[in-house]
């Protein structure tokens, strides 16, 4: 096959910061992807519906002309989040989902949740009104490792709150490990997973082996060869509970190339391109529609976009910006480490 084509993406995890930065960035997702699911972890983050048009309102000026986009909102939830508001802005139809960072395990999560029990009336109302809750799947522990952060969150976090709450529509974001897609693939109903594209590509020795690679470094971490393979059994099997979520977080290179680098992989760039490349690897390119483009509308109740992207195999290697420049300076371009011949066309 040289040539595929299947409905238009969408991405249930995105970063598009703010200012220069969403300006610099927002362009490339819109190309690929007709919505995608908006991560609310700014400073100051986004907690309320107020927060949440505020900032739509930012990303829909920020769009290029022309361009077509649909931003989903979240909520960063706090032990102070107020249920009614959150209530408010998922019935209105501008907030789809609510995040739960556990404090201090991500990007700008210190304002996350140390306490479940504290943000339970939260949940309890999401419970009823049947919105999502998207899960950064990692707990916080200073004395866990942190390659093992993800496996002890589903059993000392995850499974316990499905168990007290198991009408919640829950999440699993960014899953990394053998254990969570095990996790997944046992429930019977309301949880899901979304998967990234550079934990399809990558694990920890792109980081570690042969010097330390700054920019292969995000949060969850990359994790050993079996949990990858794992990862792409699940994304190219065609179980309708996993689906992308490209979890494309940009930071500028003065901010990854230093002594204490962030966490996030730019990849919004070239996703579709090495979605396709993986895909065919596993002999799974007629299932690959349903990871990109039906999984997720089903799980958050939305039509499958009408558009359609094509993907076309060259015989010579797809060429891609090695970093892009913003507002606020470069930003590395994810680097697959292997050619990849599908172009979006």
């Known amino acids: 096959m040289v040539e595929i084509t299947i409905p238009k993406p969408d991405d249930w995890h995105l970063h598009l910061r703010d200012g220069a930065m969403l300006e610099g960035v927002l362009p490339y997702s819109a190309r690929h992807f007709a919505r995608a699911i908006i991560m609310p972890n700014l400073m100051p983050p986004v907690v309320t519906g107020a927060d949440a048009q505020a900032y739509r309102d930012r990303i829909m000026a920020a769009l290029p002309k022309g361009m077509q986009f649909k931003p989903l909102m979240t909520l960063y939830l706090t032990e102070g989040t107020d249920a009614?508001?959150?209530?408010?802005?998922?019935?209105?139809?501008?907030?789809?989902?609510?995040?739960?960072?556990?404090a201090g395990a991500t990007t700008n999560s210190n304002s996350g949740v140390r306490d479940l029990a504290k943000v339970m009336p939260v949940l309890e109302k999401m419970a009823e009104i049947g919105m999502p809750l998207c899960i950064h799947g990692e707990v916080a522990d200073p004395s866990v490792d942190i390659f093992d952060r993800e496996a002890v969150f589903i059993d000392t976090v995850l499974d316990p709150l499905r168990r007290t709450l198991p009408q919640l529509k829950m999440t699993l974001e960014h899953v990394t490990t053998s254990n969570g897609v095990d996790y997944v693939m046992a429930a019977d109903a309301n949880l899901a997973?979304?998967?990234?594209?550079?934990?399809?590509m990558i694990n920890r020795n792109a980081i570690l082996a042969g010097g330390i690679k700054p920019h292969y470094y995000c949060l969850p971490v990359a994790k050993r060869e079996s949990h990858r393979l794992a990862l792409r059994k699940a994304a190219t099997s065609g179980d309708s509970r996993f689906f992308l979520g490209t979890d494309s977080a940009p930071h500028v290179d003065p901010l990854k190339e230093c002594a204490c680098g962030c966490a996030g992989i730019f990849t919004s760039i070239n996703t579709l391109s090495c979605l396709a490349h993986v895909f065919e690897e596993d002999n799974a390119l007629d299932r690959l529609e349903k990871f990109a483009g039906l999984n997720g509308p089903a799980w958050y109740g939305l039509p499958v976009n009408g558009e359609t992207v094509t993907l076309i195999k060259r015989d010579q290697p797809v060429s891609f910006p090695s970093r892009i420049e913003t507002g606020d300076g470069p930003v590395t371009v994810f680097d697959p480490r292997v050619p990849i011949h599908w172009e979006v066309v």
């Open 84 to 102: 009614a508001d959150v209530a408010r802005a998922h019935t209105s139809g501008l907030v789809t989902a609510v995040k739960l960072y556990p």
């Open 193 to 200: 997973a979304s998967i990234t594209t550079h934990h399809l």
